[in-house]
């Protein structure tokens, strides 16, 4: 029990007729990444709202650090930080009075709150400019003092709502190093995102949402094997015209071969790399190039969303 | 139904509603006192106050030799033209100044994207609701009691004369009553600052209500009066109904009960607000002064509509932000 940070049993909001969550199930443990993915309006920011008792559950349970949201905000709220997509600040006070605000209404007190905030500020290397006002920040920055924020309450849980949206790519890798630092530091971290690789790089695990619904929940790999059918997608060049396209659609294992000219993909459950030069020098052909993907987050996504819809199109 | 099943247990919850109040109430009142809007309208109060209360002043000693004993409170009430006296600024200025408080209190945080993250802490919206109050309470009575000190200042200089205790009553109440009625305005604007997305929507309305009652009330109370109470012509009474009627409604606005208040507090010669039949003043001697404690008797119920009626707007816009979703 206490290895479990959040547990969600048929967890269900309903606003009027829309159903935005539906019978969620989920548990989190300690420790872990987890990446809540989906479009917008998939269900995500609600479910992160339930969690913090920001919102009344519909039906279902919730459990957060085996406390009740609804019944012990305070005392969830305490131990869960939470970052916002597109963080606010009050823009006409400095980083450090913004701290400042947020480490009373923790109800912390000097010196304690001095030493968490410049430790804070120290931790998102945003110490130079903590006596800037916040409205001359970027929005690398203000993101980063959106974790300063959570991390002077010293939580055991932080969810982060689309952290690396409108964030540019040198700002998202910075990120992204500072979400590891946090796990490395025991934090167990909850984030949603509709921007994969990103997701990709970071979660242990992660989570498929589809209107209100968590339709798929494991590792990128699992996903991959379960989705895509295969989790092997290589790529070949080969000159040698349909003798060498029959022979990879021959290959046992081999689940769909696309061609183009000389280039073809081929998805396999398993690295067929070596049958597959074996196979085109055997079939004649002239083999140039062979490479291997790690299949991405994206792609069980976008395969997962036709299949979707072929789905919804059958029920 | 399933969603009451859910809610009920939540009912009681933990520790206090007033947990982190402090912290919202001093953050904010350190925002008000700072902001520019703020000293924009300090500025144009302490200008009426300072001319107003000069030319009053200057009127006062021109007039001086006259037997007057309450030449403090004539500081508020003398006009000479072309300037109203300060009473009359104070009616319009105070609403405006409380309007200005509070018109972007909880959409300025909605849009500024600061609300989820506040209520993500561990506070009760109730804190953050009458934290931001309080703190505009605060502001408007620092405000007012620093120019009823200055008020108070320019008298002794120009005066030479400091005010009897019955005056410091009367201006204490006076003071009090004025906070008030700012607070009215404050949970108004506050209301339509939980109401409306748009800071300068909430504004609009805000003062669209205070123009209402400051021109229009006036007008309409007397037509409602006569086409609910027609008099017959000799009828009396029919008369004293409708008149009557017509105190009733206009009672409604609290710019009314806020002049009344001040038409009492400072003319202690007043001794009934309301229609006086000649019969009622049997054996009283006119142009008396009543007494402090009973002029304050007096506007007691305007003081306790005036608070009621913050209360009520407070209250109002307390059960909506509760039910407001904070996400956008």
Redesign the interface.
Known sequence: MTDVVIECRDLTKQYGTFIAVDHLNLTVRKGEIFGLLGPNGAGK??TI?ML?G??????GSVRVLGLDP??????V??R?G?L?D???????LTARENLN??A????MREPEMSKRINEALAQVGLSNVADRRVKTFSRGMRQRL?VA?ILIKQPQLIIMDEPTLALDPEAVREFLDLIRQLKASGITILLSSHLLQQVQAVCDRVGLFHQGRMVLEGTVGELAQRVLGGAYRIHVEAEGGDAVAAALHALPDVVKVSANGSQYNVEARADLRAEIARKVIEAGGKLLGLSVDTPSLDEVYARYFQKGAAYAARA | MQHARSIAPARQREGSPWTGLWAVVAKEMADYLTSARMMILEALILLTAFGTVYAASQNLRAGAGTSDDFLFLRLFTTAREPLPAFVGFLGLLVPLLAIALAFDSINGEFNQRTLSKVLAQPIYRDALLLGKFLAGLGTLALALTAIWLLIIGMGLLQLGVPPSSEETVRMLWFLLITIFYGGIWLALAMLFSIIFRQPATAALAAIAVWLFFTVFWGIIASLLARTLQPVPPGDTQALINQIQLELLLTRLSPNTLFSEVALAMLNPAVRALGIVLPIQLHNAIPGTPLPAGQSILLTWPHATGLIAATIVLFAIGYILFQRQEVRA
Do not use: M
């Open positions: 920011t609600t709202l913090l920001l919102t009344e559950p519909t039906g609804a019944r012990q905000p305070l005392s709220k305490a869960v939470y916002p597109q963080v606010g600040f009050y823009d006409n605000y947020i009373k209404l923790n109800g959106g924020e």
